[in-house]
């Protein structure tokens, strides 16, 4: 995504709309609609998907001028501003799905008599008076089926051919085309040609529409279902909020709802916007963010997230995030986002596809000089049919969906289980991480540490260590902090105001109070100040020993006491990291607390290595450090201490709640906070991968394939030709493989 950055030197993205692409039927088309684009001034960057035939478009552009640049090579584009546009497309989808359904069915009514006359030897021959009249007539009505049932063919040849490309409508068009420009010719020339060149092939040029059209119905479906994620999440915004306004409870449509708005919640209902509970308390189900069924409690003061569903009690909550803002519009943003994006495999694809038509329209002329010139007689009928069944046989489609079809089904796959994954690379790349770096605090432990021992030195008591340990602290945000000043309200104790407060990144505090120097902090930051800590080493090993955290507070260069902080590790970690080395992926864990807690967490959670009191600024350095080594290394961190990391980092993993949707750092963010997401991301990876390779291999195994048996290189061994009708059956259905093969990604269990 490109972005900018504002005065105050935060990065911000840029400006961007997305499309309805209207005309798109073939891979070919990506490269024209984005040239399209690109020459429109004001665009910086677009990415097109042919899977679900969207566009992406970066910078200040005229969406006017963004039509009008579309509708110069003949497509055409609506904005999709919001939520309610999706559902316009997938009527014009379904629109577009009876639609082809109805011509099908029209050429095929047409042209399956024609064969099977042909078959049985019922038609007159051509050459004859009676037989003149007959195919005369035949070959206006195959004229006005083709033009109703594969004009749009025709039309995006012409189109595509004014914008200086070619496509599938380009092969189809010159296929079908010219069957019954041949056959209409053969009927006023029978006299002049060879009796055996004057077969027509009227019923093959309609079967043929009739069959690549059913494909692409089949296939407009097929799509529409790669794409149920998105429409899951879209439905899970209410249309309607129930508001408290001068005392009064009524409904209003979702869009009138205002930030700072009171609003009602009942049992049953999805909660309409982001917001916090000001009365009452209830069960919200939250799996639709977290992919997680296990309902969670909430009370006045907590947040909830619009789309997840009251289960039981009635509260009230104030508006805080409303629109486009919510964390589910950020979800759904992401989400299309990723779905768009193109990964390395499918950016050379794409290259392919690009230059697919004309080597295929190649092949096709020298297909048919080859016959005209060496083949038997009648030469001319051989050179027409096996350049023609060159033309349907060869299918772009297939290629171009390979890529973007895989990737659009694993992104929506993942969303539905509290996955989010941000572009296409680094769903490619989390396959093959052969190490991950884990943070401690937060990501293999709760986050949530809590006071286990308060050790009182020389004349002092323990709420007296606390409460200076307490004041000192309050200013701070770290979680070993929370802890501490959580603990000192628990025994009622009042933190006192400090001055002169200054945190030592990694190390711990200093402040005054009452006149006196306060440091609260590790054994590090002690031996930076030149206290004296000998006398409590034995205890503070102790403590580390245990997995837990110490911390020395010091008055005036004197030690008064030690308090010890425990956060437990969360109850998957163990399973997560036991999956991720079955899967063959070393994992280390990196931590800016003392050796031997570190050390002891680890043990307990089966990580091997550790490396331990690395400042966040340096677990960069550590990532980078592994990367030179030849490691391909993944990141799981908080997002935002251990950004630098995460972006040094071939794929990063933020964890969080997905309130900071918008503001996390990593390429996929675990909205659970769960590290089992991490394996199940790396299992969706490496299943998608193998799709696309799957995808990837069966086109360009039917297109090697088929177009040199189209073109008759069996004949000479064993006497076969291929029928341009099978041809066209054999295009239409590829494409249909790959879209289904894809859509199996949506069933793998995680």
């Known amino acids: 995504m490109a972005v900018a950055v504002d005065q105050a030197g935060h990065p911000q993205e840029a400006p961007s709309l997305r499309l309805s692409i209207i005309g798109m039927r073939c891979a070919g088309c990506v490269k024209t609609v984005e040239n399209a684009i690109r020459s429109v001034p004001g665009v910086k960057d677009v990415r097109v998907n042919f899977a679900d035939h969207s566009a992406e478009v970066i910078g200040e552009v005229d969406p006017e001028a963004l039509r009008a640049a579309l509708q110069e090579v003949g497509y055409d584009a609506a904005v999709m501003e919001s939520f309610e546009d999706l559902e316009a497309q997938e009527r014009m989808e379904e629109a577009r799905y009876q639609s082809l359904l109805r011509k099908s069915a029209i050429a095929a009514s047409w042209g399956i008599p024609l064969m099977v006359g042909g078959w049985l030897d019922l038609w007159p021959p051509i050459g004859t008076p009676r037989g003149s009249d007959f195919w005369s007539i035949v070959s206006l009505v195959t004229f006005l089926v083709m033009y109703y049932a594969g004009g749009h063919f025709f039309s995006g040849a012409v189109k595509a051919l004014r914008g200086g490309a070619a496509n599938m ?40 529409i009739a069959f690549v059209t059913l494909g692409g119905a089949l296939e407009t479906r097929a799509r529409g279902r790669a794409s149920a994620a998105i429409r899951k999440l879209i439905g899970l915004q209410p249309k309607t909020a129930r508001v408290v306004r001068n005392g009064k409870e009524f409904d209003v449509p979702i869009e009138q709802v205002g930030v700072g ?36 409690e909430k009370s006045v003061g907590d947040e909830v997230i619009g789309g997840t569903v009251n289960l039981r009690g009635t509260f009230l909550m104030e508006a805080t995030r409303i629109g486009k803002d919510t964390v589910l519009a950020h979800i759904i943003e992401s989400v299309r986002r990723a779905q768009s994006s193109k990964p390395e495999i499918g950016r050379l694809v794409d290259q ?5 038509v004309p080597v295929v329209v190649t092949i096709a002329a020298l297909t048919f000089l080859t016959w005209w010139t060496f083949g038997p007689e009648p030469s001319l009928g051989y050179a027409f049919v096996t350049s023609m069944t060159v033309l349907v046989i060869a299918c772009p489609c297939a290629l171009g969906l390979a890529t973007p079809i895989s990737i659009m089904v694993a992104v929506g796959r993942a969303a539905q289980s509290g996955i989010l994954i941000r572009n296409g690379d680094a769903l490619q790349t989390a396959g093959r991480l052969t190490t991950i770096v884990l943070d401690k605090t937060g990501t293999v432990t709760e986050g949530k540490p809590k006071v286990v021992a308060v050790v009182p030195l020389q004349r002092w008591q323990e709420d007296e260590v606390l409460a200076w340990a307490a004041s000192i602290e309050a200013g701070s945000e770290h979680p070993l902090a929370g802890a501490i000043v959580a603990e000192a309200e628990a025994r009622g104790l009042e933190p006192a105001s400090v001055t002169d407060f200054e945190a030592v990144t990694g190390k711990g505090v200093r402040a005054k109070r009452d006149g006196k120097t306060i440091l609260f902090g590790n054994l590090a930051l002690m031996e930076a100040e030149g206290i004296d800590c000998r006398a409590i080493v034995v205890r503070l090993d102790e403590f580390a020993e245990a997995g837990q955290t110490p911390m020395i507070l010091v008055v005036d260069k004197e030690v008064v006491g030690i308090i010890a902080v425990a956060d437990t590790i969360k109850p998957d970690s163990k399973d997560a990291i036991r999956r991720l080395k079955a899967l063959g992926i070393k994992v280390w864990m990196v931590t800016g607390d003392n050796e031997k807690t570190a050390r002891a967490i680890a043990r307990e959670a089966g990580i091997d290595e550790v490396r331990a009191e690395v400042l966040p600024e340096d677990k960069a350095q550590v990532v980078r450090e592994l990367q030179r080594r030849g490691e391909i290394v993944g990141m799981v961190g908080d997002g935002v201490n251990d950004a630098p990391a995460l972006a040094q980092a071939n794929v ?99």
């Open 352 to 356: 392919i596809a690009a230059v697919f």
């Open 261 to 296: 708005e009171i609003i009602r919640v009942r049992p049953g209902e999805k909660i309409p916007v982001d917001g916090i509970i000001i009365e009452g308390h209830s069960s919200v189900d939250e799996s639709m963010l977290t992919g997680e069924s296990i309902p969670v």
């Open 652 to 750: 990063g993993f933020a964890i969080g709640t997905g309130t900071d949707i918008a503001i996390e750092s990593g390429d996929v963010v675990i909205m659970q906070g769960s590290l089992l997401k991490v394996p199940e991301t790396v299992k969706l990876s490496r299943a998608t991968i193998r799709n696309i390779k799957q995808n990837l291999l069966g086109a360009f195994i039917y297109n090697i394939m088929a177009i040199p048996i189209a073109a008759g290189v069996l004949y000479p061994f064993f006497g076969v030709l291929l029928n341009p009708m099978i041809a066209g059956a054999a295009m239409a259905m590829s494409s249909v493989t790959v879209v289904t093969n894809a859509n199996r990604l949506r069933y793998l269990k995680l």
């Open 169 to 208: 409508d380009t092969l189809i068009a010159m296929g079908t085309g010219s069957a019954w420009l041949y056959s209409t010719l053969v009927i006023d020339f029978a006299d002049v040609l060879p009796p055996e060149a004057t077969h027509p092939y009227f019923e093959a040029a309609v079967i043929i």
